[in-house]
């Protein structure tokens, strides 16, 4: 299912199975079955129909819903591999984890809210009446890791060091635009990750129709400033003192690309 597909449903019941696994992220079958108060014949016949339309997808008896947003893509730059791919309810902590170590010095307010609203609601993708929210993750092995981070890596699994997030109201008067963050932790910056990433995220917003991508960062965040200056993006307005960060009023600076 692409996000810009309009959700529409021919029965209430099958209604109600999707918005409660799109709200929750991810649940088990029997219980979002349980607390619907829907028969089990009648729930098993809702879900094998929005599996077959695309809404949800089925593992291990586990319900999510379901984005078709690409395959995932593999580099090697210095030395240095990652990958690029759709993000997963799974990489919800490791996402939270990786904005808040690029915004913990209050350069990245937006990205902040972010992390905070994602954690609080334990839903990572979203696509609602309302909103559709979407990541990609750039994520490097525990072999990348031992090599940036030197021996005593033990972690077997691979970990998010970048993230792009991109956040679509289905407002019909905002509905051609999205707003975007995107992160790379500091010891992976230099290696074409962020640029990577963005771009990925520039195609997913194409495709889904959007016109129009913007984001707001503080003044004091330069190097944020130079990455989009320099990927073609532009300051549309400043708002002065729109923060304060360490006691100190700080302008908001405003920017976007066309698609």
């Keep these: 299912m692409e996000f810009s597909e309009s959700l529409e449903f ?11 696994v799109e709200r929750h992220g991810e649940v088990e079958a029997d219980d979002a079955r349980d607390r619907l108060r829907v028969d089990p014949g009648g729930f098993r016949h809702h ?34 591999e990652f990958t690029i791919r759709p993000a997963r309810q799974e990489d919800l902590s490791g996402i939270v984890g990786a904005i808040r170590r690029v915004a913990e010095r209050g350069r990245y307010i937006v990205a902040e809210s972010v ?6 609601q334990e839903a990572l993708l979203r696509h609602n009446e309302l909103e559709s929210r979407m990541f990609f993750v750039a994520t490097v092995g525990s072999e990348t890791r031992r090599s940036s981070e030197g021996p005593g890596t033990t972690d077997p699994g691979d970990e998010v060091v970048g993230w792009v997030h991109l956040h679509a109201p289905e407002l019909d008067k905002l509905a051609h635009t999205a707003e975007l963050t995107v992160g790379v ?40 400033i130079a990455f989009l200056d320099a990927h073609g993006w532009e300051t549309e307005a400043v708002r002065e003192d729109h923060y304060k960060i360490d006691d100190e009023y700080v302008d908001e600076v405003m920017m976007a690309v066309e698609l």
């Design 47 to 80: 879900v094998a129909i929005l599996k077959r339309d695309g809404y949800l997808e089925e593992l291990d008896g586990r319900l999510r819903a379901a984005f078709e947003e690409g395959a995932a893509e593999e580099y090697e730059t210095d030395g240095v």
């Design 115 to 120: 992390a905070d609203e994602v954690d609080h």
């Design 10 to 20: 021919d029965h209430e019941d099958r209604k109600r199975i999707y918005e409660f």
């Design 185 to 224: 932790l500091d010891e992976y910056r230099g290696h074409g990750i962020g640029s990577h990433l963005l771009e990925r995220g520039l195609a997913w917003a194409a495709a889904n129709g959007l016109e129009k991508v913007y984001q707001s960062v503080p003044s004091t965040n330069e190097d944020a």
